[in-house]
């Protein structure tokens, strides 16, 4: 019969931390499995596996923690002004754990009693969007810009110190300067009627020429 060894009073006390600690969420990587546009939440799955502790201290069997439901995604804004993004089937996120029950507040927000008495559950989660593992890292980030962009870079606004830059496709389109518009496409520009008078028909007078015969010249639009 194989004899166990009486832990001290310090390792007992150890043991049960870590045990409870693996109890005890907080933050943690996540990917999107379901998005629901109306109710701004999402499914999702946790990335890192949950696994068993041997007595000594061992991890064993490696198991998927299950996927989490209804979490609320948190978009960049406030008031009425957003930016929002669609969290897409296999986008990563960043659960925040709150440390009390949220479930009363999501459904009415303002200052609410929780409740139930739950701590640091995973199901008490804030998704937020915009992680990446190293393999899928955004490329191209440049310095001194904030860029709203396609992951590709190719479309995208981009702002600096001294100029907003308006990419499509890869091509620059325009470029703004405080002093000036620069477009480097055509443009287009709707008909315009003043004073009744449609401007890409409208004509007026200009002096005679060396002849003495008055010269009409059309004002057509620029495109």
Request: aromatic share 8%; with cysteine.
């Amino acid at each position: 019969m194989s004899s166990r060894e009486e832990l001290t009073t310090a390792n007992a006390f150890k043991q049960q931390f870590d045990s409870l600690s693996l109890l005890l969420r907080t933050t943690m990587p996540a990917q999107v499995v379901a998005w629901y546009p109306d109710k701004n939440t999402v499914d999702v799955q946790p990335v890192l596996q949950g696994a068993y502790l041997t007595d000594d201290g061992d991890v064993v069997d490696p198991y998927s923690l299950p996927i989490i439901n209804d979490v609320q995604v948190q978009f960049f804004g406030a008031g009425d002004f957003w930016l929002t993004v669609e969290p897409t089937v296999g986008s990563y996120c960043v659960l925040s754990i709150s440390d009390r029950c949220i479930e009363g507040w999501k459904k009415a927000g303002g200052i609410i009693n929780p409740q139930k008495l739950r701590h640091h559950d995973k199901s008490d989660a804030f998704a937020y969007m915009g992680l990446n593992p190293l393999p899928d890292a955004i490329p191209s980030v440049e310095a001194g810009t904030l860029h709203m962009r396609t992951r590709d870079g190719l479309t995208g606004i981009k702002l600096t110190q001294d100029a907003i830059d308006y990419d499509v496709g890869g091509v620059n389109v325009c470029t703004m300067t405080s002093s000036l518009v620069d477009f480097k496409v055509p443009i287009k520009t709707p008909e315009a009627t003043i004073n009744n008078i449609p401007h890409s028909t409208h004509k007026h007078t200009q002096g005679a020429d060396s002849a003495g015969n008055s010269q009409q010249k059309s004002n057509g639009p620029t495109t």
